[in-house]
């Protein structure tokens, strides 16, 4: 199974189609959650707060409750522990958040971080970071015979 850290951006676009023109990707990785055999989307509680507050403010309460279910439906949600607080604050990262988010997804070992915000994140961990059109890309790009 492959493990996917979700980034709080890549939610917001799939709400906010003007905040960039490849929201439909954003779109098509959180619809992974529905190959439950292959994937497992993760996200930290802190996004949810995130996604919740900000959702509000874009489409409304009425609007954002369900989305909120459906995350934590879909999705593993990883409590901010004590200690990711500590390694965000250790992290050369000049993004404390997402420190905190990438602490988040090595504490439970994900495959991939799932971000429009690569620069904070690609170099201050081990995991592969991908935008939603690049991960999309990867997963649907057939293998090339060497034969």
């Not at 409750?65 to 000049?94: H, R, T, W």
Request: proline share 5%; with cysteine; net charge negative.
């Amino acid at each position: 199974m492959i493990k996917l850290f979700i980034d709080t951006n890549v939610v917001i676009d799939t709400m906010d189609h003007a905040r960039t023109p490849e929201w439909k990707s954003s779109e098509d990785v959180i619809n992974l959650s529905a190959f439950k055999d292959y994937f497992r989307l993760c996200i930290s509680m802190k996004s949810i707060s995130d996604i919740s507050y900000l959702g509000c403010k874009l489409v409304g309460k009425e609007r954002i409750i369900p989305v909120l279910k459906q995350l934590m439906n879909d999705c593993k949600i990883i409590p901010l522990e004590e200690i990711m607080l500590y390694e965000g604050l250790k992290s050369a990262c000049p993004d404390f958040e997402d420190a905190m988010q990438i602490s988040c997804a090595e504490s439970v070992d994900c495959n991939y971080i799932i971000t429009r915000n690569k620069k904070d994140f690609g170099a201050y961990t081990d995991i592969p970071v991908y935008t939603p059109k690049e991960f999309l890309k990867k997963i649907t790009t057939p293998l090339v015979s060497c034969t």
